[in-house]
């Protein structure tokens, strides 16, 4: 008798998780798995975010937070928005949760209702498909592929809505591709929009400051947008903060009363001292942080690196990603091809057999919407990069 609910049997299991849980198992029973396939920095949190937390603690923070996050720290977060993206908001429009997937969440159910469209740019971010599909909504992708450096046009975000359509999430930079979408690119996206007044934008701009190419833009900065953008950030990647899991949005105020009212429901306010720690990071302007800067320029380096070495591989394509810390690698050409004993028909298939054959473990793009590609994470260090390409190298040798 299956007694467990439609809802978690539809639900898919995280397949970046799950490809973590099984590097994981491997490495318990011994093996040398270079893990790439989680977006978690290998930098350890700012010293002066440690100690925040822990003067929080001797100041008795310990008594339950406010369910949308503490004043101070939403008044905190106003002020990163508007020194760092030009971008006002009131403390009573933003709502601080358990992570920034915590608040993306609580911004679909708060808008989506059963039968909803949802446009959804592919590649794509593992959790969003399944965060509409428990909204009850429906997922529309829009495609794109290497040759477009993972981007889609206004075009096609246009032809993609109908009468059904409600939002429009998207990721820049963007999780798994590095795509960071320019100004005009923006702009473009934010005309169609003005000419369908009944969509909403959510923007998730979590990897804002591992940027590449220079200033963030945010397509909330466009004013007859602003009642329909909510941003959706955090402190977990810029801040190497992964496992203080705190989030927030920025959104018109019903919308942040929504969320208030829900998050009120299911889990109250986030841990009180993670909050007072991201306190201290939301005053923190980047421009003045050397761990910021050593952080930003060892990912740069390890980028450049792993690209040069890819390229020694035959077959695999790349771009080259604006920001994020991630390679989003065309591998088609060895899809169909056989170690001897299975043919690896699929990206799942074959990132199975990089773990098993020689411990490294990747992403397969079906987990982010497409077929042809893999998901490498550089965010480990140098020797561990190169150690995991020539595994790959040999590993995809033996294909024929």
Not at 1 to 23: D, F, G, P, V
Not at 124 to 141: F, H, P, R, T
Not at 297 to 324: C, H, M, Q, S, Y
Not at 335 to 355: A, H, I, P, R, W
């Amino acid at each position: 008798m299956n007694y467990i609910s439609n809802r978690i049997n539809s639900l898919s299991e995280s397949e970046t998780l799950a490809m973590t849980q099984k590097s994981r198992e491997l490495k318990a029973q011994g093996y040398d798995v270079i893990n790439l396939s989680i977006g978690e920095p290998d930098f350890n949190t700012p010293e002066f975010v440690k100690t925040a937390a822990k003067e929080a603690i001797d100041q008795n923070f310990t008594h339950y937070p406010p369910v949308p996050g503490y004043p101070e720290l939403r008044e905190a977060i106003c002020k990163k928005l508007k020194r760092d993206n030009n971008l006002d908001y009131t403390f009573d429009q933003i709502v601080v949760s358990t992570g920034a997937k915590h608040s993306i969440a609580n911004v679909m159910m708060a808008l989506v209702n059963p039968g909803d469209e949802v446009l959804v740019p592919a590649p794509y971010w593992v959790s969003y498909k399944e965060i509409v599909k428990l909204a009850e909504g429906n997922a529309v992708y829009i495609p794109s592929s290497i040759a477009t450096n993972f981007k889609v046009t206004a075009q096609q975000v246009e032809a993609a809505i109908t009468d059904k359509t409600k939002v429009f999430i998207f990721s820049s930079p963007c999780n798994p591709s590095g795509t960071v979408y320019t100004k005009d690119e923006l702009r473009a996206f934010a005309e169609v929009f003005d000419r369908h007044k009944n969509i909403f934008i959510i923007s998730d701009e979590i990897y804002e400051y591992i940027n590449f190419v220079g200033k963030h833009e945010s397509i909330a900065q466009f004013d007859y947008l602003k009642d329909r953008v909510i941003v959706i950030n955090g402190v977990s990647k810029g801040y190497a903060m992964t496992g203080w899991r705190i989030g927030y949005i920025a959104a018109p105020k019903p919308i942040a009363k929504a969320c208030d009212k829900l998050q009120g429901q299911i889990t109250s306010g986030a841990c009180s001292i993670a909050q007072r720690a991201a306190l201290s990071a939301m005053l923190m302007d980047p421009k003045d942080s050397p761990e910021f800067a050593c952080m930003l320029k060892a990912f740069k380096e390890r980028r450049d690196l792993l690209l040069g070495l890819l390229r020694d591989i035959p077959g695999i394509i790349t771009n080259v990603p604006d920001g994020a810390f991630y390679v989003f690698m065309d591998v088609k050409h060895y899809l169909g091809k056989s170690d001897g004993n299975l043919t690896f028909n699929t990206t799942e298939e074959l990132s199975m057999y990089l773990l098993n054959k020689v411990y490294v473990a990747l992403v397969p793009g079906t987990a982010f919407g497409d077929a042809d590609c893999m998901r490498f994470s550089y965010a480990t260090s140098n020797d561990k990069i190169i150690e995991a390409v020539k595994r790959i190298k040999q590993g995809l040798a033996e294909l024929k």
